[in-house]
């Protein structure tokens, strides 16, 4: 049987506040609700959640979603990732990221902060936000309303 690594436990106890913080704050914003839900997630090495529609193929958080997670290395890095994530899951994962690319070319300027990746299959934006718990809620609910305007792009090309 699994059990959880001490640094895992530790990063729970240190960063659950924030995060809480995050998703009560996001769960209120006024364009939340509908089919928009979150995904809070507590594995072996770290936590943190995910946003995705309720047709994205995420039931088991293997499908299309934004994501940001913090470990014992983003602890350690003073950042962490804020990711829109294509998981295997998602049916025909190649074709949607081509059409990804396409739909996204009008927008791509809007999101130059992020790292743009249409070739990886899994990752294909990505931004690396410092690290503080004053901080993480305000970055996490800014970024995931920016995210959040690209629901419409990923709805067209399904």
Request: proline share 4%.
């Amino acid at each position: 049987m699994p059990t959880l690594n001490p640094a895992t436990v530790e990063v729970y106890d240190n960063w659950s506040g924030p995060v809480t913080k995050a998703r009560n704050e996001l769960t209120g914003q006024a364009w939340f609700g509908g089919d928009w839900w979150i995904n809070q997630s507590f594995g072996s090495s770290g936590f943190g959640f995910q946003l995705s529609k309720t047709h994205w193929f995420n039931h088991r958080s293997r499908g299309i979603h934004f994501e940001f997670w913090i470990d014992s290395a983003e602890v350690a890095a003073g950042t962490f990732p804020i990711v829109l994530h294509f998981e295997p899951e998602t049916p025909d994962r190649d074709g949607l990221g081509r059409r990804f690319a396409g739909a996204f070319a009008d927008r791509q300027a809007e999101f130059a902060d992020y790292r743009i990746n249409h070739k990886a299959v899994c990752d294909k934006m990505v931004k690396e936000i410092k690290l503080t718990k004053a901080g993480l809620p305000k970055s996490v609910v800014a970024e995931f309303t920016r995210l959040a305007t690209l629901g419409d792009l990923i709805d067209g090309i399904l």
